[in-house]
């Protein structure tokens, strides 16, 4: 599965922005689709994650409450809305896909298609 990701910037913080992950694959309507991100020097991270009728969806506890994950199948689109910006949310944003997971829906492991991920940055 091809992913592309989009919507990456320079925002202040207590900013918004709204990171796009598409793929024209037909059968994108049938993965599982986590948002990760890996901050340099730092370990990737999951983020949030959606199961493949965007009915489940999982987020780490830094940004309960900030980020809201979606997707529209129709569009072969997840998004990843991102509200309250905080500075330790700079990161490189990464989009994957899973027909599977195990255990919790996040579980990197688990993932095996990744996009080439977008740069968000959070300073003033």
């Known amino acids: 599965l091809e992913l592309a990701e989009s919507g990456g910037g320079l925002v202040p913080p207590g900013g918004s922005l709204r990171l796009s992950c598409r793929s024209s694959?037909?059968?994108?309507?049938?993965?599982?689709i986590g948002w990760f991100r890996q901050a340099p020097g730092k370990e990737r991270e999951a983020v949030a994650c959606?199961?493949?009728?965007?009915?489940?969806?999982d987020y780490v506890d830094s940004v309960k409450g900030r980020f809201t994950i979606s997707r529209d199948n129709n569009k072969g689109a997840v998004y990843l809305h991102m509200d309250s910006l905080k500075p330790e949310d700079t990161a490189t944003y990464y989009c994957a896909a899973t027909l599977a997971t195990r255990g919790p829906m996040c579980n990197m492991s688990w993932y095996d298609d990744w996009g080439q991920g977008t740069q968000v940055t959070v300073s003033s």
């Open positions: 959606i199961n493949d009728i965007g009915v489940r969806t």
């Open positions: 694959a037909s059968t994108f309507e049938y993965h599982i």
